[in-house]
């Protein structure tokens, strides 16, 4: 698989560039050039295969000449000691769990197999650095998958507040390779900071640096993965044809899941499940992308205005408007709407939803008795995408359940101390650099 920018016609680089330069020097973000059609590999897989030969079977077809069946099999392995959990709600919904990986997110696994196939395509390779925005438990998730990985440094850049959740024994100072640097300002202050070094050519071949950020494509081909596994999981019960509900802030993974139907599997459409921010709705009707002043909800990683992936979701629309209308669906739900859910769903199922994979449930539940829903005898597969426990107090709120805290995630609150406190400039990032070696 090759990628080029979405914004010039310049001949498609190798995924190893891809992922290591992960933003293109003329600007916008890496996309695939082409797809293959996955389907002989991964029809043949049944129930009972496990997350990780799923991914040492399709990762070296994907990437053919850059890992092989075993190299494939060293990063699966080394980047997966969990699993997504699927489970049948009944005819009509399936709820696919993501949250089984150290942080409680979705995250953990485009995160940890970034960083298991970087340090499999840098061996005998120069040292590179991993330079990362960061809030709550995101700078966890990267600590925890690029511990200790050969030739990589991690370095965590997190705006002014608390810092928690990180491990003092894996920093560089105690002999780890995690460099945590706090910027006096905000989170968007971090981002620029990371865009600025890595656009600044002699200061990006200095440190050979990249990111573990969304922006890097290694982040979203992973994520296919799991579309693949909630298929090969259901596909002996399916009667109907087969949707997605995804919620939406950054639109990521909605951008992963049509990844995975380009590869072929047999997916006929996606819930796009947004909050009342509703950032793509109009655009994916066809309408002019207008960006507009996020509100606050209780379901705060969808408080977008403006998506991370636009560029990526605007290239999908280019290549075929009239496909892409008519595949993905815009459903915008509230707060209140989502609180009723989530108790709704606690009395039906005994299961416990997370406001954000709540807002997904309901959208599905609401194209399922839409009128403008042709597939009358649907299946829905809504994404899990955070633990209930790390929104102990709302999911508390609507079920009337004591939420108990397990002990991975009740570490990530510890406190922690930066390395360096910095102003947003590139003197001072690389100044705090320097004085960690």
Same mark, same amino acid.
């Given at each position: 698989m090759q990628f080029r920018s979405t914004k010039s016609n310049k001949p498609p680089i190798s995924f190893k560039e891809a992922v290591l330069r992960c933003l293109p020097p003329e600007g916008g973000l890496y996309v695939p050039a082409s797809v293959m059609d996955m389907r002989q590999f991964f029809f043949y897989m049944d129930a009972d295969t496990a997350y990780h030969e799923l991914v040492s079977t399709v990762a070296p077809v994907l990437l053919q000449g850059e890992l092989n069946p075993f190299s494939a099999s060293r990063v699966a392995e080394s980047a997966f000691d969990f699993e997504p959990e699927l489970k049948q709600l009944d005819e009509r919904f399936s709820l696919l769990s993501l949250y089984n990986g150290p942080t409680g997110v979705f995250k953990d696994f485009g995160i940890a197999f970034l960083a298991a196939v970087m340090e499999e395509l840098l061996?005998?390779?120069?040292?590179?650095?991993?330079? !990362?925005? =960061?809030?709550?438990?995101?700078?966890?998730?990267?600590?925890? %998958?690029?511990?200790?990985?050969?030739?990589?440094?991690?370095?965590?850049?997190?705006?002014?507040?608390?810092?928690?959740? #990180?491990?003092?024994e894996t920093f560089i100072s105690n002999g780890g390779n995690i460099i945590p640097i706090q910027i006096r300002g905000t989170f968007d202050d971090?981002?620029?900071l990371v865009a600025e070094a890595i656009y600044d050519q002699p200061f990006a071949e200095r440190y050979g640096l990249t990111t573990a950020n969304a922006l890097n494509p290694g982040r979203l081909l992973p994520q296919t993965f799991y579309y693949l596994y909630?298929?090969? +999981?259901?596909?002996?019960?399916?009667?109907?044809? #087969?949707?997605?509900?995804?919620?939406?802030?950054? @639109?990521?993974?909605?951008?992963?899941?049509?990844?995975?139907?380009?590869?072929?599997?047999?997916?006929?459409?996606?819930?796009?499940?947004?909050?009342?921010?509703?950032? @793509?709705?109009?655009?994916?009707?066809?309408?002019?992308?207008?960006? +507009?002043?996020s509100v606050p909800t209780i379901s705060p990683a969808l408080d977008v205005s403006v998506p991370s992936n636009y560029e990526r979701l605007f !290239? @999908?629309?280019?290549?075929?408007?009239?496909?892409?209308?008519?595949?993905?669906?815009?459903?915008?739900?509230?707060?209140?709407?989502?609180?009723?859910?989530?108790?709704?769903?606690?009395?039906?199922?005994?299961?416990?939803?997370?406001?954000?994979?709540?807002?997904?449930?309901?959208?599905?539940?609401?194209?399922?008795?839409?009128?403008? #829903?042709?597939?009358?005898?649907?299946?829905?597969?809504?994404?899990?995408?955070?633990?209930?426990?790390? =929104? %102990?107090?709302?999911? !508390?709120?609507?079920?009337?359940?004591?939420?108990?805290?397990?002990? +991975?995630?009740?570490?990530?609150?510890? +406190?922690?101390?930066?390395?360096?406190?910095?102003?947003?400039?590139?003197d001072a990032l690389e100044g705090a650099i320097v004085s960690c070696f």
């Open positions: 061996k005998n390779n120069r040292r590179i650095m991993v330079l !990362s925005a =960061t809030r709550g438990d995101t700078g966890v998730s990267i600590a925890h %998958a690029f511990y200790n990985r050969h030739n990589v440094v991690s370095v965590l850049l997190y705006p002014s507040g608390p810092i928690r959740g #990180l491990d003092p971090c981002q620029r909630a298929f090969i +999981k259901l596909k002996k019960y399916l009667q109907g044809d #087969l949707l997605f509900s995804v919620p939406c802030g950054n @639109f990521g993974n909605l951008i992963s899941g049509l990844y995975a139907w380009k590869f072929g599997m047999p997916v006929h459409g996606f819930v796009a499940a947004m909050n009342m921010n509703n950032a @793509f709705g109009e655009f994916i009707r066809g309408n002019a992308f207008q960006p +507009k002043q !290239s @999908f629309y280019e290549e075929a408007p009239a496909v892409m209308r008519n595949m993905v669906f815009p459903e915008a739900i509230d707060d209140r709407i989502t609180l009723e859910t989530m108790e709704q769903v606690w009395k039906q199922y005994n299961i416990l939803l997370d406001p954000h994979s709540a807002v997904a449930f309901a959208a599905a539940e609401h194209l399922a008795v839409s009128h403008d #829903l042709t597939h009358s005898d649907a299946h829905f597969v809504v994404l899990a995408t955070g633990d209930p426990a790390k =929104t %102990a107090e709302t999911v !508390s709120k609507a079920t009337g359940q004591h939420i108990k805290i397990p002990e +991975k995630l009740a570490m990530l609150r510890k +406190k922690a101390d930066p390395i360096a406190l910095i102003d947003p400039h590139l």
